[in-house]
């Protein structure tokens, strides 16, 4: 089964909002990585983090990691329809799956 | 750079039929995967290999074989494919060790009947 677990599996938006997708361990991670597959598409690698607290930035995209590495987040702000898609928390931890993931969807 | 490809890009099989899906990248990657996408069960690992000469299960190996036939290429075979093993399948790459990103192929949409 899978050790990394997302939340919230579907995400429904309005344009222009923000909005949060988790990603939890039961057990300290060394790393998480963040995918986006666009429909019909395949997995696309966003970022990968490493440190503790640690927080990076892509455009309206935010990335954490956890102080205790066991949990992770992507905030997105201001949606647009380009962020439609699944996005997807892997750790090479576990080397077993991807989660489920957070499958997005933008009302316009 | 061609990255990841993947052959073919669609197959339809009768059950108890036999084919390999092909897999190659040309970025020198060490780790190859396989994974299977199915509505609702994110991507599950089949298979993976670590290093050149060596493969190990994932979450869902049953019903499927792999050949790491050289660092390029890595190959996925259903031996007697059956309906549970409608999917897509993605292939993709990694350098291996401790930064784990990973390259995905556009995928292989199969369909057993």
């Known amino acids: 089964g899978q050790q990394v677990m997302q939340i919230p599996q579907y995400q429904h938006v309005q344009e222009g909002e923000d909005f949060t997708t988790y990603c939890n361990s039961s057990t300290t991670l060394s790393n998480i990585q963040w995918y986006k597959q666009r429909p019909g598409g395949h997995p696309v690698f966003l970022i990968q983090l490493v440190k503790s607290g640690e927080v990076k930035k892509q455009k309206r995209l935010t990335f954490q990691f956890g102080e205790a590495k066991k949990n992770s987040s992507l905030h997105i702000t201001a949606t647009q329809t380009t962020d439609v898609g699944t996005y997807f928390c892997d750790s090479n ?15 316009a | ?43 599950r690992l089949i298979y993976y290999s670590a290093s050149e000469g060596t493969t190990d ?57």
């Open chain 2, 1 to 43: 750079n061609a990255g990841v490809t993947q052959t073919p890009k669609f197959q339809v099989l009768k059950t108890g039929q036999s084919m390999t899906l092909q897999c190659a990248q040309d970025m020198n990657h060490n780790s190859m995967y396989w994974y299977r996408q199915d509505p609702g069960m994110g991507l």
């Open chain 2, 57 to 113: 299960k994932g979450e869902v190996p049953n019903g499927y074989n792999v050949s790491r036939l050289n660092k390029r290429e890595f190959s996925l075979r259903l031996e007697s494919a059956a309906p549970s093993q409608t999917s897509v399948y993605f292939c993709a790459s990694s350098e291996g060790g401790n930064y784990n990103e990973q390259f995905f192929g556009p995928g292989t949409r199969l369909t057993v009947l």
């Open chain 1, 93 to 107: 931890d576990y080397k077993l799956s991807f989660g489920a993931g957070t499958t997005v969807t933008v009302r």
